[in-house]
């Protein structure tokens, strides 16, 4: 664990000079100035004390006054360079740290847009909230705070060690014994409160994730009148957030009424020392040559008190350091995250067929071609993209020791309807997830328009397809906003066009602003039949070859299914189009239609064909209206 925290702190450091290469080492000289300044008045109080002393024996005021007038300027002078030192560091520091939030920010988001489906699949959504909010809040108090506080304290530690060497080795001895008592008290107490305060960070990212989690999930939780058993789960998951937090702070609270204490005993310690070297008469033993006397033994003291004082704050800036480097593990962690791997090199680009032969061209002409580089002869080859779809012999498992697609072999030509039909976790929806390579297959092979599907680029293959969900999202903005997501570059009148081709026009315009209608909370203002309306609107802009429904009409009511399949027929005109749903309606003008059972294709053929079969669709089919 010490040494992870160690490499995370070397590369916070790193990051933080590679962010902002100029500020950085104006801010490490600003800090040792301040702390270098800060820690020498002992030097000047020596001095003074000793004209004092020379002054007392000779009786002579007058020939000193000016020697300690001379030394007070000094120190006024440098203590005015300490304060602008001081000043500047804090304001650079806030550049700094907000910065490089603002970049880590950046960098997560940006990596988060590249994991692969099954990041999100494996992974509490309020938990991934947590790294942008809490993790960020503790890196950023580590980096504004914290670390300036821990760079000066340390700093002024080693000065002032330093000067009591060199005035006096035996009272330094004193104080190495209370710093070695001192270091042992810091790391017991100080390992504790380190361990909770990160078993307190991974705590409050199960809490924000759950609290996320019955959010979104009120209406199932008061429908099943399930409210006490999320309080109950709830206090469960923030009893396991008190305890650690409650142990860390405990821990961290312990730590500076101690060192306090033994600053103060070390004082005693000193002082007596001190007393007991000057009435012995003890030979001093410095690097300064100086004797021991009273202009040694009094600044000695107030060294002491700041030593004491800067350890203490050593140790209390040490736990927010190690909170922040904790928020810095898992922030890494998420950045360090395995991207979706993309071996693609066919791209799609715009084309034009000339005397039979397919160019590439930069204008769009309604035509899409797939760009084969072939790394054998340096040559180019184009095919049109038609949305011929083939899987041979595939087998898939989420999970590599459980296989949930067997053997799955289909032919979609272009243009053909194909509907999978079967009951709930038969494959239906992962079939389509291996289309779009949002998984990728085990075994066997997929072919687009007779290219292996990991050959072509995701980015470009997903561009080719347009899919609706069950679970449909809205974003935040207008309703000609979603639906221009399909495609960005759409117009106003591309957009009313789709809309109306997905039945979704009539009631966009009886909206307060009709177009203009804000949408916020994923849509809350629109009835799940109007969102699943707007998620169609936005899939016909894109206007791709293949269309993926996956239960696109099961939120819409049966009259405005009619209207609905209507424009779903005119969408799906000579497109290829990969179906699932329940009901009987959408599947049975489908020119194939899969019976799917735990993983295995078992029938498939047409509506009439597989009723003459009379197998599991027949069943189905006269056994209830819903294919469940």
Not at 196 to 209: D, K, S, V, W
Request: with cysteine.
């Amino acid at each position: 664990m010490k040494s992870k925290k160690q490499g995370t702190l070397k590369r916070v450091i790193k990051m933080l000079f590679e962010f902002y290469p100029v500020l950085m080492p104006l801010v490490v000289v600003c800090v040792l100035l301040n702390a270098v300044v800060s820690s020498i008045p002992a030097i000047f109080m020596q001095n003074i004390i000793a004209l004092v002393e020379q002054s007392w024996q000779s009786g002579d005021w007058a020939a000193v006054s000016g020697e300690i007038g001379k030394f007070v300027g000094i120190l006024v002078t440098l203590y005015a360079v300490s304060l602008a030192a001081g000043v500047a560091f804090t304001q650079m520091m806030a550049v700094v740290s907000q910065g490089t939030l603002k970049k880590l920010r950046e960098k997560m988001f940006n990596g988060m847009q590249d994991f692969p489906i099954k990041y999100f699949d494996t992974h509490n959504h309020g938990d991934i909230m947590s790294y942008y909010t809490n993790d960020i809040d503790t890196l950023r108090q580590m980096i504004s705070q914290s670390f300036p506080q821990l760079m000066i304290s340390l700093i002024m530690v080693m000065t002032v060690f330093g000067l009591m060497v060199y005035y006096s080795l035996w009272m330094a001895l004193v104080v190495v014994v209370g710093v070695v008592f001192m270091v042992t008290v810091t790391k017991k107490v100080g390992g504790n409160s380190a361990k909770y305060f990160i078993r307190q960070q991974a705590a409050l990212g199960r809490t924000e994730g759950f609290v996320e989690e019955m959010m979104n999930g009120q209406k199932v939780i008061k429908v099943f009148c399930h409210e006490e058993e999320s309080k109950a789960d709830f206090d469960k998951i923030n009893d396991g957030l008190f305890r650690d937090a409650e142990r860390a702070n405990r821990y961290a609270n312990m730590l500076m009424p101690i060192l306090g204490n033994i600053g103060n005993v070390l004082y005693v310690a000193v002082a007596l020392t001190g007393g007991l070297l000057l009435l012995a008469g003890v030979p001093n033993v410095s690097i300064s040559g100086l004797a021991l006397s009273i202009s040694i033994v009094v600044p000695f003291l107030n060294m002491t008190k700041q030593f004491a004082g800067n350890i203490g704050q050593v140790s209390n800036q040490l736990n927010a350091v190690i909170m922040g480097l904790a928020g810095a593990q898992r922030i890494f962690a998420l950045i360090d995250e395995a991207h979706e791997a993309d071996e693609g090199y066919v791209t799609l680009v715009n084309a034009r067929e000339e005397n039979g032969e397919l160019t590439e061209c930069e204008e769009r002409t309604g035509m899409w071609a797939w760009k084969h580089p072939h790394s054998a002869d340096g040559s180019v080859t184009y095919t049109k993209l038609s949305g011929e779809v083939k899987m041979f012999d595939v087998d898939f498992g989420y999970e590599p020791e459980k296989t949930v697609l067997h053997n799955i072999t289909l032919y979609a030509e272009p243009g053909q309807k194909v509907a999978f039909v079967g009951s709930t976790g038969a494959g239906k929806t992962t079939i389509t997830n291996l289309i779009n390579r949002f998984y990728d297959i085990a075994d066997g092979k997929i072919r687009y328009d007779g290219i292996n599907i990991n050959k072509i680029r995701k980015s470009d293959l997903r561009r080719s397809l347009g899919i609706v969900l069950q679970d449909t999202n809205l974003f935040s903005g207008t309703v000609m906003d979603n639906i221009r997501y399909g495609k960005l570059d759409a117009t106003d009148e591309e957009c009313m066009e789709a809309a109306k081709l997905a039945g979704a026009h009539d009631f966009i315009t009886r909206l307060p602003e009709g177009y203009n209608t804000g949408i916020s909370s994923n849509g809350s203002n629109l009835s799940q039949g109007q969102r699943q309306l707007i998620a169609i609107a936005r899939a016909a802009v894109a206007d791709p070859p293949v269309m993926i429904l996956d239960e696109a009409t099961s939120s819409i009511d049966t009259r405005t299914e009619a209207i609905v399949q209507r424009g779903m027929d005119a969408l799906m005109k000579g497109r290829t189009v990969f179906v699932i749903a329940h009901r009987l309606s959408t599947v049975r003008n489908s020119d194939v239609i899969m019976v799917l059972e735990q993983g295995h294709i078992i029938e498939r053929g047409s509506h009439d064909k597989l009723i003459e079969e009379k197998g599991k669709y027949y069943q189905l089919y006269t056994g209830a209206f819903e294919l469940e």
